[in-house]
């Protein structure tokens, strides 16, 4: 079970990407805005979660015509109150988590266009228990890792290659690079592992102990 969520950051990405992820899932999550760019693609979400109070007009009136019971391209509703405590996506993953509880991740839409909101959105993947969290952007992938947990890295040759850790102390591995680390305690938000170079067609990158967010860029 894939479940995509599409989020509501001020720079989307490109209607083909959403379009190409929503394909690959079984199910389909708008987070408030991120409605407005599944309307513009022409996918259905089976589930908005939001306060609605940065969705377009036409957005707005899709949520309240399924409130109010009728089929349409928003298949269930949860609204929040706009004075709430958490974001919108720290309870969309809390409803994924409690209708999809086995689901592998993959985001969209979450990191373009405010910094403050792209770093609190890794610091919420890294809080969720999944082993792998895929994030999708224009211009990268990016993954979030909770160790023990190996991704293999496959035709990426040439590609450039980050990664951050996320806990207060990660121990990773990385293979098929022009800079290898074997089992490589690394601290909080270091930047040891910024701009590496992808060697191999079968690179290995492995979270041993802690949690890490890793990007290949393109």
């Not at 809390?94 to 086995?102: L, N, Q, V």
């Not at 689901?103 to 969209?108: F, G, M, R, W």
Request: with cysteine.
């Amino acid at each position: 079970m894939r479940v995509l969520i599409v989020g509501g950051s001020p720079e989307p990405s490109s209607a083909v990407l959403v379009a190409n992820l929503a394909a690959q899932c079984n199910a389909v999550v708008a987070v408030d805005r991120g409605l407005d760019v599944l309307l513009e693609v022409g996918i259905a979400c089976d589930l908005f979660c939001g306060d609605a109070d940065s969705v377009s007009e036409r957005g707005a009136e899709l949520v309240h015509a399924c409130e109010a019971g009728k089929q349409g391209l928003v298949c269930a509703v949860e609204r929040y109150d706009p004075h709430k405590d958490y974001t919108d996506l720290a309870l969309a993953l809390r409803a994924i988590d409690e209708r999809w509880p086995d689901a592998q991740l993959v985001c969209t839409c979450l990191t373009g266009g405010n910094p403050d909101h792209a770093l609190a959105v890794y610091g919420r993947l890294a809080a969720c228990r999944e082993s792998l969290i895929e994030l999708r952007e224009d211009g990268f992938r990016s993954y979030v890792l909770h160790g023990p947990f190996m991704l293999h890295v496959e035709d990426a040759w040439g590609k450039r290659f980050s990664f951050v850790p996320l806990s207060p102390e990660a121990v990773v591995s990385e293979f098929g690079m022009r800079w290898e680390l074997n089992c490589a305690p690394v601290e909080l938000l270091s930047d040891l592992g910024i701009s590496n170079v992808i060697e191999s067609n079968n690179a290995l990158f492995t979270c041993h102990e802690g949690v890490v967010v890793a990007w290949v860029f393109d």
